[in-house]
């Protein structure tokens, strides 16, 4: 009987030692925006801002306009920074750490390079690259390219 008390008295003790849970919640934590370093391989200011949701209006309208190239969409099973950053922006908006209006310095830019084959996308916002993708051409439209480049470019 004594080994028994001894037991107990043992696992109360390990139970009194570990934190016991109280009625109040602990505090939860704040939310943070979604900046660009947090995503993008990204340096400098430009990595600790917020995503903002005219930078992801000047992106979208920057993809569409580079021509002849089909820009992935989050929905049609490609990437898109102009779709990631639309909604990371909403979130962003929501826990209000950026306004409607809100952008970025130094506006965004999409180019696209010619290359055997196809084409390499580029796509930058503030001069940082924030996306790049090749994007291959049927074989007629890559009979009829011509060697070269084009940039489009939104400033937010």
């Known amino acids: 009987m004594c080994a028994l008390d001894s037991e107990n008295h043992?696992?109360?003790?390990?139970?009194?030692a570990q934190p016991q849970p109280r009625g109040e919640e602990a505090p939860a934590a704040?939310?943070?925006p979604i900046k660009y370093g947090d995503v993008y391989a990204v340096k400098g200011e430009l990595a600790g801002q917020p995503i903002a949701p005219r930078d992801a209006a000047a992106m979208r309208a920057a993809e569409e306009?580079?021509?002849?190239?089909?820009?992935?969409?989050?929905?049609?099973?490609?990437?898109s920074s102009a779709g990631f950053m639309g909604q990371a922006a909403q979130y962003n908006q929501a826990l209000g750490a950026v306004q409607p209006g809100q952008a970025t310095?130094?506006?965004v830019t999409v180019t696209?390079?010619?290359v055997p084959g196809g084409r390499i996308v580029t796509e930058f916002v503030a001069g940082q690259a924030v996306g790049q993708y090749a994007v291959a051409e049927p074989p007629a439209e890559q009979a009829k390219a011509v060697a070269g480049s084009t940039t489009a470019t939104r400033h937010s």
């Open 65 to 79: 306009q580079v021509e002849g190239v089909q820009v992935p969409r989050e929905s049609g099973g490609g990437f």
């Open 30 to 32: 704040k939310q943070e």
């Open 112 to 114: 696209q390079d010619a």
């Open 10 to 16: 043992s696992e109360r003790l390990d139970s009194m």
């Open 105 to 107: 310095q130094g506006g």
